[in-house]
């Protein structure tokens, strides 16, 4: 299934005026209004492969009807977010879920959804059928240098898929670690990782990044071997200018200070990407802002402060992703809701004016330097971010189109009710 752009004007018709007048009040209180608009137009998210099916937990997986087969269908979902809000126009690929047999067809197929490839996602956490040597005691910290091996070699050949799909970054998350006290000598576990990274980044093309991606649980659940910031900086920073340090939302012990972690990566000129998604108790996998707008807020207020002293541009120097997994939602309408999400967490984040918020912390005026960040998280840009998406040719209200158009029901009865996609 295909959307045409003129069937998403036909249904921003209905919208328009009121849309002009919401966008009016926001003006009045916008300063700097068309840049912001300006910086939501070129902002993008990739999509990941693995969140356009039904997800599931250890306990069950319950169907969502319609999901994508095979990677040309997880392009074409892709593609039909990207023309419902033109802020979707990559995805990143996870092997061997996704390997792409002939990435030339792939390739073009993606150009005409308008979709170029984010970042090549490895997968040593789980044994493939047929794969010679398990994983189960883990992979590149493995005490078994063939293991280790071949988790090196794994990573190697991502990234030349990657290569012939035009991605340049490699993200490693390493499931790593140990379940119980004993299991695992820390250092030599730290010091085979490394030693695989190095391999591994050593095969890296110039222009590309690789992304250590950290997580503090799960599946092990007494360490892990790149739990935290800390430890993945330790290893970006050991590899080389080309390997920086990968934030996950959800990948934090409970009340982490994320946005100061963001802050300090930014600073040290290690912070290389994010995945989006939010969490109530420990998990990764709810819609992005669902549970924490504020923080989401925080987050990006440092982003958007930490780049601009830095003179990065908001929309390349970065790679900006959603990693979430959808149990009872339909996963393109959580993905909308997601990018929306997003978009407009960056949006108040641009509102916050630097100058004041410094003089004001000069001052120790504790009082108005709150006062400036939830004046901008409270202020109502929703309008803001749907002229961005206006101006590119997208939809004023994403999902609302989405259900009018029944997109849903119509992949139903392409591909059936039963249809499952690879990933978790
Ligand atoms: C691990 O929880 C993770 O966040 C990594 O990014 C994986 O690639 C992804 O989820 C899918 O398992
Ligand atoms: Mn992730």
């Known amino acids: 299934m295909r959307i045409d752009q003129s ?18 009040i926001a003006a009045e209180t916008v300063p700097d209004l068309e840049s912001v608009i300006q910086k939501l137009v070129d902002f993008q998210v990739a999509i990941p492969s693995w969140a356009l099916g039904a997800g599931g937990t250890r306990f069950g997986r319950f169907s969502i009807g319609g999901e994508p087969g095979n990677l040309e269908e997880k392009i074409s979902d892709v593609g039909l977010l990207h023309a419902l809000n033109q802020s979707s126009g990559a995805i990143s690929l996870h092997i061997p879920w996704d390997i792409p047999s002939d990435p030339e067809k792939i390739k073009a197929l993606a150009a005409e959804h308008g979709l170029v490839f984010d970042a090549m996602n490895s997968n040593t956490f789980q044994d493939q059928p047929n794969q010679k040597l398990s994983y189960k ?26 290569k012939a799909l035009g991605s340049n970054s490699l ?13 695992l000598n820390f250092r030599k576990a730290f010091q085979h990782t490394l030693e695989g990274l190095q391999e591994i980044y050593a095969t890296l093309p110039d222009d590309w990044k690789l992304f250590v991606e950290y997580k503090a649980f799960e599946p092990n659940f007494y360490s892990m071997t790149v739990g935290d910031w800390g430890q993945s900086l330790l290893y970006a920073q050991k590899l080389g200018p080309k390997a920086f340090t990968l934030v996950d939302l959800g990948h934090h012990l409970p009340n982490a200070n994320i946005e100061q972690i963001v802050s300090l990566l930014l600073m040290e000129g290690k912070l290389g990407g994010f995945h989006f998604n939010d969490s109530k108790y420990g998990d990764d996998d709810l819609t992005v802002g669902s549970i924490r707008p504020y923080q989401l807020f925080l987050i990006f207020r440092e982003l958007v402060e930490g780049m601009d002293s830095r003179g990065m541009n908001h929309a390349k120097d970065l790679g900006w992703m959603i990693d979430a997994s959808h149990n009872i939602k339909d996963p393109l309408e959580d993905l909308l809701q997601s990018v929306e999400a997003i978009q407009i967490a960056y949006a108040q984040a641009l509102l916050v004016n630097n100058a004041e918020m410094e003089a004001a912390r000069e001052h120790n005026d504790v009082v108005l330097a709150q006062e400036l960040l939830q004046n901008a998280f409270r202020t109502d840009v929703r309008a803001i971010v749907a002229e961005a998406r206006l101006r590119k040719g997208a939809a004023l209200r994403p999902l609302e189109t989405y259900r009018n158009l029944k997109v849903r029901a119509s992949l139903i009865e392409e591909r059936g009710a039963v ?6």
């Open 137 to 162: 005691y883990g992979s590149l910290q493995n005490v078994n240098r063939a293991i280790r091996k071949q988790a090196i070699d794994h990573n190697i050949e991502v990234i030349e898929y990657g």
């Open 171 to 183: 993200t490693v998350w390493l499931s790593d670690g140990s379940n119980f006290p004993g299991q």
């Open 7 to 24: 069937i998403i004007a036909k249904q921003n018709e209905q919208h328009f005026d009121a849309h002009q007048k919401k966008l009016a």
């Open 419 to 424: 249809s499952r996609a690879s990933g978790l």
